[in-house]
Nanobody, 133 residues
């Protein structure tokens, strides 16, 4: 069982930056898991933001087109934590941000499915980001 906890959300003005963190429970070595960030804007469906491949499989990183160039996903395996660095925030980034984890198993499946919510079994409770104009 993997337990995830997101932190770092808050209220910021457009143009600002935030760093979200997703910490895993001590019994889960996150280096062996593929990790993902999704977000759910108010009144909308949860959408893919960024994914990072397991350290055991590869070095793949994916971003949605809407955040590419402004968001950066990374992991610190020693701290069992995955980060989402967000720059140049815009009001459209307002959402609850969730991290997810699972073992997709191989690079082919990761390339095909890393941006799919259905690929991940474990999820955190989310952290709220509100961007004002």
């Amino acid at each position: 069982q993997v337990q995830l906890a997101e932190t770092g959300g808050g209220a910021v003005q457009a143009g600002g930056s935030l760093r979200l963190a997703c910490a895993a429970s001590a019994t889960s070595k996150m280096s062996g898991y593929d990790m993902v960030w999704f977000r759910q804007p108010p009144g909308k469906e949860r959408e893919f933001v960024a994914a990072i491949e397991s350290d055991h499989i590869g070095t793949g990183i994916k971003y949605s087109d809407s955040v590419k160039g402004r968001f950066s996903i990374s992991r610190d395996s020693a701290k069992n934590t995955v980060y989402l660095q967000i720059h140049s925030l815009i009001p459209e980034d307002t959402a609850v941000y969730y991290c997810g984890a699972d073992r997709l198993g191989n690079p082919e499946r990761w390339n095909r499915s890393a941006n799919s919510r259905m690929s991940y079994q474990f999820w955190g409770q989310g952290t709220q980001v509100v961007v004002s104009s």
